[in-house]
């Protein structure tokens, strides 16, 4: 089941998403007009004052275009693109490809158990992968035929996959990926394209490029859609990320900024304002890191009320996609290249 709220607002749909987000990530402002972007950046350069000199962004030697990052067991970093899956065994500085990857297999997506099961979601019909051996063998399990653009992990290691198109809709396996089950029906919608799976507790939060955002409770047995997030009013179309941080609390990355919630998604406050963000990840410590348009990175030691500036802006580096390592150091991905900044 899923129901709607009457009062969301107006959704962008998914070409306009798109088309929106580049022009942003050129210009490295949110698509508000040029006084209210003013305006944001005023209050946001008021609310998290710089606090000295900011990391930079260096080239590495990794692939363009990755789709996700994974810190695996071992410390070792997984970079997933459509050109195959890649190791990093330096922090993230050189990378390796993995050999003889499974026929059909166009990585979209990385998650990994708490017991060592790593997931990957593929392109193309792909459906989803798995490897038992952190990354370094994959084979198929299941949902032939499904463009899985997420998969996720919960707190019971339910793998989830959350497939796109007009037969998407989310997936969830009791059993290592051995079998799925449908805990959201098709849309049938063409614009229906997953862009991220996060969990809380046992509720599972989704997001989709036409600014849609949705809620399962007990592990996606009851859907609804995240109506509160749409009626905050600092809320700016479009969202796209919902993280869920190990101390509680909600993040909700939008062009306005990140809105955080500390009550399951019942109600929002703003906890950033000013920069439109575009990634909100966390760290193995409950740090979380969240990149922006424009390429400054901000980092939360307090489960996401507060933020600070820890990387310089690099204009023009739209990001494919965004990590951080187990030393700190932070991964971004672009059409030009990969990146990489030492915080500590």
Not at 4 to 15: E, N, V
Not at 128 to 153: T, Y
Not at 315 to 324: E, I, M, N, P, R
């Amino acid at each position: 089941m899923h129901a709607r709220t009457s009062a969301r607002r107006a959704l962008l749909p998914a070409a306009v998403a798109l088309v929106s987000l580049a022009a942003c990530a050129r210009e490295a402002t949110a698509p508000a007009g040029a006084a209210a972007l003013a305006g944001a950046a005023a209050l946001a350069a008021t609310a998290t004052p710089t606090p000295g000199p900011l990391a930079v962004w260096l080239p590495t030697q990794g692939p363009a275009f990755v789709n996700a990052f994974l810190t695996v067991g071992d410390g070792d970093v997984l970079a997933a693109s459509e050109a195959g899956v890649f190791r990093s065994t330096d922090d993230g500085r050189g990378w390796t490809a993995v050999a003889a990857l499974p026929e059909g297999m166009a990585p979209s997506s990385l998650a990994g158990a708490p017991s060592g099961t790593l997931y990957a979601g593929s392109y193309n019909g792909g459906g989803v992968f798995r490897s038992l051996d952190g990354g370094a063998h994959w084979e198929h399990a299941g949902l032939a035929g499904a463009d899985v653009r997420a998969v996720g992990v919960d707190g019971q290691e339910r793998a989830y996959a959350g497939a796109s198109g007009w037969e998407g809709g989310v997936y969830r396996s009791d059993d290592v990926g051995a079998a799925w089950t449908q805990v959201l029906p098709p849309l049938n919608r063409r614009d229906f394209i997953v862009t991220g799976l996060s969990f809380w507790k046992s509720d599972v939060y989704l997001t989709t490029h036409a600014d849609d955002a949705w809620y399962g409770v007990n592990g996606g047995e009851l859907w609804s859609f995240l109506g509160s997030l749409y009626e905050s009013p600092e809320y700016l179309a479009p969202a796209l990320q919902i993280t869920a941080l190990t101390g509680g609390s909600l993040l909700a990355g939008h062009a306005g900024g990140i809105l955080r919630s500390v009550d399951g998604g019942a109600s929002w406050k703003p906890a950033l304002t000013g920069p439109g963000t575009q990634w909100i990840v966390a760290d193995a410590q409950g740090g979380a890191y969240a990149y922006t348009w424009g390429g400054t990175v901000y980092r939360s030691t307090d489960d996401g009320a507060t933020w600070t500036p820890v990387v310089r802006a690099r204009h023009g580096l739209y990001a494919t996609a965004f990590g951080v390592t187990p030393s700190g150091a932070v991964l971004v991905t672009t059409p030009e290249g990969m990146y990489r900044a030492a915080l500590r």
